[in-house]
């Protein structure tokens, strides 16, 4: 089994910071891609940022500029670095991570369960 463990959500006013982590575990043989996406209530999960094995990274055009990508590979980590937060950020934020279970040759893509931040105004 593959886990994905978000933390870091929570409450801050707007202009504010926050930094997200997730932690991967379990039978994890190699990571590819990681990244971050966003859901509110009645809309479609959105791509927030994605990080890739070779340390590319993308990023929503909302977020350029404010959020930042990086990954710990010797930890299995992925984070964001959120600033100038504006209420519009505000939403559920998953974690997913494309991995290769150990003993087997495909990647699958795998979430986290969320964490909220919410940003006031």
């Known amino acids: 089994q593959v886990q994905l463990v978000e933390s870091g959500g929570g409450l801050v006013q707007a202009g504010g910071s926050l930094r997200l982590s997730c932690a991967a575990s379990g039978s994890i043989g190699s990571i590819n891609d990681m990244g971050w996406y966003r859901q509110t209530p009645g809309n479609q999960r959105e791509s927030v940022a994605v990080i890739t094995s070779g340390a590319s990274t993308i990023y929503a055009d909302s977020v350029k500029g404010r959020f930042t990508v990086s990954r710990d590979d010797a930890k299995k980590m992925v984070y964001l670095q959120m600033t100038s937060l504006k209420p519009e950020d505000t939403a559920v934020y998953y974690c997913?991570?494309?991995?290769?279970?150990?003993?087997?040759?495909?990647?699958?893509?795998?979430w986290g369960q969320g964490t909220q931040v919410t940003v006031s105004s």
């Open positions: 997913n991570a494309d991995v290769r279970r150990k003993f087997t040759s495909l990647y699958q893509s795998y």
